[in-house]
């Protein structure tokens, strides 16, 4: 298993570009989220899934679209990057029998200029 | 709502030394506990998990954690650190109602010195 991936690792943006962050999952877990790691501020959910056509807001929803159509993926969108969203972004995914285990990506480095 | 706290940023620590990393937690509701590792340029993972049962709870690579529901901790310790043990530490909480939402401490850094 690859367990969770996500592409690109590193992603430079202008203000006003639009991009999606991918993620990936190959363990068949309903269970899906996004967060963002900033400096002195740990972890934050942006938004997160419990399973494909369900997604739902998390703390720091604005800026940030998602959708799940299937299991395996569920990108993250940045419709027009600001630069309050220069952070690292994790994705992470659990199982419906073990859903509080969450099993996090490597993250994608995003820079907004 | 909940809240977690990790009141020390950064923990120096000597090589084959006890140490202990606090975490506190505030929430209106029961909640799971949990901690995680973070190694330089790498995703988080799981160290141990505390959902019922015995208020001491071992994880991996020789951590254990105890819950104090009296005074809303879930601190970490591990009697002897090695290098390796090198990393950033969150603590983090979710309600046991079953929306599976984590909120995370900001963090503390384990700095292992030989």
């Known amino acids: 298993n690859a367990g969770v991936t996500q592409t690109p690792k590193f992603q430079v943006l202008k203000t006003g570009q639009s991009m999606t962050l991918q993620c990936a999952q190959d363990?068949?877990?309903?269970?899906m989220s996004w967060y963002r790691q900033d400096p002195g501020m740990g972890l934050r959910l942006i938004h997160y899934?419990?399973?494909?056509?369900?997604?739902d807001q998390g703390e720091v929803p604005n800026g940030y679209n998602v959708s799940r159509s299937t299991t395996e993926d569920f990108p993250l969108r940045l419709l027009s990057a600001a630069p309050s969203q220069t952070s690292v972004y994790f994705c992470?995914?659990?199982?419906?029998?073990?859903?509080?285990?969450?099993?996090f990506g490597p993250g994608t480095r995003l820079t907004v200029t | 709502a909940q809240s977690v706290t990790q009141l020390d940023s950064q923990v120096p620590v000597f090589e084959e030394a006890p140490v202990e990393l606090r975490c506190n937690y505030s929430?209106?509701?029961?909640?799971?506990l949990f901690w995680y590792v973070q190694y330089p340029n790498q995703g988080l993972q799981l160290l141990l998990k505390?959902?019922?049962?015995?208020?001491l709870v071992k994880g991996i690579n020789g951590f254990e954690a105890e819950f104090n529901k009296s005074q809303t901790s879930f601190h970490l310790r591990k009697p002897s650190v090695h290098i390796s043990d090198t990393a950033e530490y969150f603590c983090?909480?979710?309600?046991?109602?079953?929306?599976?939402?984590?909120?995370f401490g900001t963090g503390t850094r384990l700095k292992v010195l030989a």
């Open positions: 992470a995914s659990s199982s419906d029998s073990s859903p509080y285990e969450q099993y």
């Open positions: 363990m068949n877990h309903e269970y």
């Open positions: 899934s419990v399973g494909a056509g369900i997604t």
């Open positions: 505390y959902l019922s049962g015995s208020t």
């Open positions: 929430s209106s509701v029961s909640v799971y």
């Open positions: 983090a909480v979710s309600e046991i109602s079953g929306t599976y939402k984590y909120i």
